[in-house]
């Protein structure tokens, strides 16, 4: 495992759409393993692909620094109710803010190995999912931020 880079906002990279991952192979697990490394080096609670520079639709989340998630090719495919978020992000350094988020959500993703499973989740999952998702379609969570502090 190696630790990445983490993309600040100002690049490019940060606004683009992601492409679907289509091959399961090694370089995908070790790019899995180096995200996941990268999160909790930087004390974070998730990463996406365009934060270490690649633009595939892959992400890494933690609520709490031992569970662990991994998403690849992840698509919300029900949501529910409302929550507001307090969130910063890796990529935009020194800003935080209020999101409103479903509160609860389905994703359907596919695991390193390509095994599809469905993740029901609520709360703070829910949010870091979302932000993160979001990261895939080149959205960041100032986008959507109600006021900043
Ligand atoms: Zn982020």
Same mark, same amino acid.
């Given at each position: @495992?190696?630790?990445? @880079?983490?993309? =600040?906002?100002?690049?490019?990279? %940060?606004? =683009? =759409?992601? =492409?679907? #991952? ?8 070790? +790019? $899995? ?5 990268? @999160? +909790?080096? *930087?004390?974070? !609670?998730?990463? *996406?692909? &365009?934060? #270490?520079?690649? %633009?595939?639709? #892959? *992400?890494?989340?933690? &609520?709490?620094?031992?569970?662990? /998630?991994?998403?690849?090719? &992840? ?14 992000? %890796?990529? !935009? ?5 209020? !999101?409103?988020? &479903?509160?609860?959500?389905? !994703?359907?993703? /596919? ?6 499973? $469905? +993740?029901? *989740? ?13 990261? %895939?379609?080149?959205? $960041? ?9």
């Amino acid at each position: @495992m190696a630790r990445r @880079m983490i993309v =600040k906002i100002g690049e490019d990279i %940060l606004r =683009k =759409k992601c =492409k679907e #991952v289509t091959e399961f192979d090694a370089s995908l697990g070790e +790019l $899995l393993d180096d995200m996941k490394e990268t @999160m +909790l080096d *930087a004390d974070g !609670v998730g990463l *996406a692909g &365009p934060q #270490v520079g690649i %633009l595939r639709r #892959v *992400a890494v989340v933690s &609520p709490n620094g031992k569970n662990f /998630y991994e998403f690849v090719n &992840p698509v919300i495919v029900s949501s529910s109710g409302t929550q507001i978020c307090r969130e910063g992000c %890796l990529s !935009v350094p020194g800003i935080n803010g209020e !999101v409103e988020r &479903p509160k609860k959500i389905e !994703v359907m993703a /596919y695991d390193r190995n390509g095994r599809r499973f $469905l +993740l029901k *989740a609520e709360g703070f999952l829910a949010n870091i999912c979302c932000h993160e998702f979001d990261h %895939l379609d080149g959205i $960041l969570f100032i986008d959507k931020m109600m006021g900043k502090r």
